[in-house]
């Protein structure tokens, strides 16, 4: 009797559970698709790298790397009528970033949007994790942003990243050095990026190495060279085109290995083997450079809009020696100089959900075109002329940047697998500088095997496999 009673008792604990897990089951798949039925409140995801704190300016109250979002967000949510929508911001860490996005995209759960240099997410594209975005561009962005700038953010036919502010790449000098070395002439404006022929370019380096004063500038050299690793490896990608290559070709091949390519090598060994730079450059890194540069021991260095603003506030809290430093175009052969630019951008990921993509597409528009929100890319170099223009009178140099925007090359190339590509330039570049290969050596092995990278990447990549 009390055999069976316990059966009975057990048989009803048992169905209790089951019920229980179904409706808890039910619940999770109810709350993954929270949103999609009409009036649900919809939320969306912001991811992001820390950029900048504050919604305009660090100096704000409460200032953090999530406040624009926030701010932004708040501002939409209160006029968005299409859905009542959430959005929720989160920080992301930089080193963090492809961890979370590979964990997240094979979860089925990639965040809706990601706020981040573009060429940092290409390969995301190419991996169809990102939709496109061509269908928000209006006529008067397309006319307001540099086309070296769509360009950029363009893969295949279709735009995937909507450009909000960038951080160019240039050159750093130290203007006092290039007085004390008797070289004025060559010397900018403060809110002038100079541009130098090649050949005065290696006037520079020379009379540098001559006579810059050894009382003054102790253990200085002209300039700043580094291939320890792939950090800071877009300076090196634009020395390689200073004399007309055009890197990639139409199809997305490496094109290094020809006579434009294999004299730009010849170039960096030849001013390496003269002292015109830095010694050791194979075991130096771009961070030893830049902590040289600081230190006055170098007359050129290389340098971003950051980096640039991050050295100057060094100088100003007595971290690092106060001297003139200002920017120039990286020189080519041809006079057109050389720059290029990380563009800071959003991207919509493919959650699966359509009512979700269409939400966030109309955010990245919302915030990248609004007349308020894009003063904040005041916090980097505005891509857009308007901001530019309109904020000349306080940040001049905006001004300069805007006009130098005809320059700009992409780096990346929007190749895929370029991550991987970022690993076999600098083993060849150490062998340059060593002598273990020649300048022609060196084109071509760095050739082949970033085209194997490239050529293996093709294979999984959406944008060459339509």
Known sequence: ?????????????????????????????????????????????????????????????????????????????????????????????????????????????????FFDSSFALGDYVHRGAIVPLTDIIDDDSKADIAQNYWDTVTFGDDIYFYPFSNNPGTLAYNADMFKAAGLDKFIGDENEIKTWTLDEYETILETLKKNT?????????????????????????????????EFFDKDGNIVLNDESGVKSLDWLKKIYDKGFTNPGAESVSSNDVLAMFQNQQLGVSFTNSILFNNIKADMEAGKSPKFDMRVANIPSESGDPLTFTYITSAAVFDSGDATRI??????????????????????????????????????????????????????????????ELRQVLYPELQALYTGEKSAKEAAKSYQEKGNDVISNAKKDSVIFNK
């Open 1 to 113: 009797m009390l055999r069976k009673r316990f059966i009975k008792m057990f048989v009803l604990l048992l169905i209790s559970s089951v019920l229980i897990v179904g409706c808890s089951s039910n619940k999770s798949n109810d709350s993954g698709k929270k949103g999609s039925k009409d009036g649900d409140t919809v939320e969306i995801s912001v991811w992001l790298t820390p950029q900048w704190k504050g919604v305009f300016d660090s100096n704000e109250d409460g200032a953090d790397y999530d406040s624009f979002f926030k701010y932004a967000a708040e501002k939409f949510e209160k006029q968005y009528d299409k859905h009542k929508v959430k959005v929720n911001v989160e920080v992301i860490a930089s080193d963090q970033r492809d961890e979370l996005l590979n964990v997240n995209l094979n979860g089925g759960t990639p965040p809706d949007i």
């Open 213 to 245: 004063p050894k009382d003054k500038y102790s253990n200085a050299y002209p300039m700043g060279l580094f291939a320890v690793n792939n950090q800071g490896d877009t300076w090196n990608l634009a020395y390689l085109r200073m004399f007309g290559n």
């Open 358 to 419: 269409d939400i966030s597409k109309d955010f990245v528009k919302f915030f990248s075109t609004d007349k308020e929100l894009v003063k904040a890319s005041k916090n980097g170099i505005p891509v857009r002329s308007s901001v530019a223009d309109e904020l000349k009178g306080e940040y001049p140099i905006f001004a300069a940047y805007d006009e130098n925007a005809q320059y700009l090359f992409n780096f990346s190339g929007n190749v895929p697998g370029y991550n």
